[in-house]
């Protein structure tokens, strides 16, 4: 949100958005992973098999015990409100691209608002997720997670394929460098979400030692790949500002911050 000819109130760099959103979530993998495997390693390693195994699962690490789910909590819940600005910012990049195709078909502009309510329920999905733990109610917990499974694989597909057809990875040469990113780290978490279903069935069909932590590996690269694939917006939004100004008590609405279509084009 913009607001025009007044006082300049707030100025922050989109990039610093976008590290914001990535930081966030990676801080509080890494906290609680360790925080965890120090002061519950017994517990968050135990399986009902009783084989032994080294790290936890993501949903023992974050939400099974103190102050390992506060952190996540309180980290992910803060890092909400910018994901839902970049779905916004996001859907207005792609729709305004100086370089779609023309005349612009309804179908471009539906698929883009679509991608952008894809973006919207994979946040609020994370958010549910979180606030709901697999030991306070499992039949959500595992609804939630598999909402956000399907929204963030079909949001990478989406997104990553309208911002190639829409133009902006020829606009500049960050839109190359943000459009093979964004394909790395999609191929990246599909592979590590089938290397996760993997284990977890040969963990549970066989009781083999250490599989449930090659299980635990795999879902801390989909975490990781995920929040990679979102860190592209710093490369899409490089030279953007989020910016609120005062306007003698008169607000004026106007689209979130696009790149400047004077850019040179490679």
Known sequence: MVF??????????????????????????????????????????????GV??????????????????YIWRLFIGIHGAP????????????ISSPLKPFPPTKWFNFACNATCVINL??????????????????????????????CSLSFMGLSTWLFSYSGRRRTNILGEQSFNYKITC???ETVSLICAMYFFYRHNAFCEPFIYSMFALSEYAVVIFNVLF????????????????SLSGVAQYEHLPMHNYEEKRT
Do not use: Q
């Open 4 to 49: 025009n000819d007044g006082d300049e109130l707030i100025s922050i760099p989109f990039k610093a958005i976008a590290f914001t959103i990535a930081g966030l979530p990676l801080s509080a993998l890494f906290l609680c992973v360790a925080i965890s495997m120090m002061l519950h390693w017994d517990e968050a390693t135990r399986t009902h098999c």
């Open 52 to 69: 032994p195994n080294y790290f936890p699962s993501v949903s023992a690490a974050v939400a099974a015990y103190s102050p390992e789910r």
């Open 83 to 94: 994901r839902l600005l970049l779905a916004l910012a996001y859907r207005n990049f792609l």
């Open 121 to 150: 329920l994979e946040n609020l999905f994370l958010l549910l997720l979180t606030s709901i733990s697999s030991v306070e109610d499992y039949y959500w917990h595992k609804t939630c997670f598999i909402g956000f499974v399907v």
């Open 186 to 188: 999609g191929v990246a």
């Open 230 to 245: 979102h860190l592209t917006a710093y490369y899409d939004f490089h030279s953007k500002r989020f910016t609120l100004l």
